[in-house]
Nanobody
Framework: QVQLVESGGGLVQPGESLRLSCAAS????????MAWYRRVPGKEREQVAS???????AYIDAVKDRFTISRDNYKNTLSLQMNSLNPEDTAVYYC????????????????WGQGTQITVAS
């Protein structure tokens, strides 16, 4: 019904930048909060950054001042600009969107992208 497709992962050196994108498609009527998560093997998935429909953003301390989350409400897309990457940022990154697909309040659900690997190494 709803599909999130991510792009932009890869291998970079410390200090370099990368931009992730996530595009939503399907029978979407509304999208409220969008977010980026990451998972390191052996650890819990953590929310890296989030953005509300109105553009209010939140970040974990580890990425503040380095990452910037943004969205396009017309195109149903989400982005994450990542600067000054370091090896601790190595993880699989997932986009998440809370979408409404029907007329009732029960039609809200969370959807996930497939994940994209980011590796920061020299």
């Amino acid at each position: 019904q709803v599909q999130l497709v991510e792009s932009g992962g890869g291998l970079v050196q410390p200090g370099e930048s990368l931009r992730l994108s996530c595009a939503a498609s399907g029978s979407i009527l509304d999208i409220s909060t969008m977010a980026w998560y990451r998972r390191v093997p052996g650890k819990e998935r953590e929310q890296v950054a989030s953005i509300t429909f109105d553009g209010v953003t939140a970040y974990i301390d580890a990425v503040k001042d380095r990452f910037t989350i943004s969205r396009d409400n017309y195109k149903n897309t989400l982005s994450l600009q990542m600067n000054s990457l370091n090896p601790e940022d190595t993880a699989v990154y997932y986009c998440n969107m809370r979408c409404r697909t029907g007329p009732s309040w029960g039609s809200w659900s969370n959807y996930w992208g497939q994940g994209t690997q980011i590796t920061v190494a020299s």
